[in-house]
């Protein structure tokens, strides 16, 4: 699969620049890292993982995040 920009997507770097922005307080991080579990990209498939860091993104003050906290992985 193809990013918009026509570069290969590679997940597993995704996280390792997600891992780095998390380490620097960036506030996506939560929100992105547990989407990415619930679609098991670059991750595991992982319901329970990806709704702590659906938690830590609503308590942190997303508001997409306090809206549903729904995993699926239509969400």
Not at 3 to 26: F, I, M, S, T
Not at 52 to 65: D, F, L, P, V, Y
Request: net charge positive; no cysteine.
């Amino acid at each position: 699969m193809h990013h918009r920009l026509g570069v290969p997507q590679d997940d597993a770097q995704a996280v390792y620049w997600w891992a780095k922005a998390a380490k620097q307080g960036n506030a996506m991080v939560p929100r992105n890292f547990g989407g990415m579990h619930v679609r098991g990209e670059g991750v595991p498939e992982d319901y329970v993982r990806a709704y702590a860091w659906s938690s830590i993104s609503a308590a942190e003050g997303s508001a997409r995040s306090k809206k549903g906290k729904k995993i699926s992985p239509n969400a």
